[in-house]
């Protein structure tokens, strides 16, 4: 796998730019669309936790173990969410995406299918990852089955493996795209978004 560096990716209507301090208010006005900070089984921070919520992602840049992007609306030049690659082992070629969320109003729509297409065609495309990882709280249902729809395949459940905000404890649902599957799960991802497969 290549060294990661912090770069922009663009297309099918949306924009990731890497994560800065600038991105602060434009993050708080997305979270404030459905009071996403209230969903205790996601990682939104409330507007109050925005700058805390960006220097722990920035210190995952500083230490080599993530990539923090902000999601923006093509069309508007808003911000509308945020996700990552995290716990990168360069020494396994393997990335996972994560800390992934959308204002309401987008959430179910081009966006996800979008950002995951850009993300996975720079992860296996231009870094020759081996494989992609996602994981998702075991109560956070939407984001299973959006996960699933991906094409990715479901590795197993973690029993007690991570805090949440709350203090709780979750378990974590493990999925995972080998390069082998990518093709497959590219052509899916273009279907969606309404484009022809290449």
């Keep these: ?82 996700t990552r690659y995290h716990d990168i082992l360069v020494d396994v070629d393997r990335v996972e995406i994560g800390y992934t969320w959308y204002a309401a109003r987008f959430q179910g729509t081009y966006v996800n299918p979008a950002c995951k297409l850009l993300l996975m065609t720079h992860a296996f495309e231009s870094l020759a990852c081996a494989v992609v990882g996602l994981r998702t709280d075991n109560f956070n249902f939407r984001s299973q089955a959006a996960i699933e729809k991906l094409g990715a395949k479901k590795d197993g459940v973690i029993r007690h493996h991570q805090p949440r905000r709350d203090g709780s404890v979750r378990d974590s649902v493990m999925y995972s795209v080998l390069a082998s599957e990518w093709p497959d799960v590219k052509r899916n991802l273009l279907f969606r978004l309404g484009r022809p497969p290449r």
Excluded: F, Q
Aim: aromatic share 8%.
């Design 1 to 82: 796998m290549k060294p990661i560096v912090a770069v922009s990716l663009e297309g099918y209507g949306v924009r990731l730019e890497p994560l800065t301090r600038c991105h602060a208010d434009g993050l708080r006005v997305a979270a404030r669309d459905g009071e996403l900070w209230n969903l205790w089984y996601t990682t939104v921070p409330a507007p109050e936790e925005v700058e805390h919520y960006i220097d722990r992602a920035l210190e995952g840049v500083a230490n080599g173990t993530m990539v923090p992007w902000v999601v923006i609306d093509a069309h508007t030049g808003a911000i509308i969410g945020s």
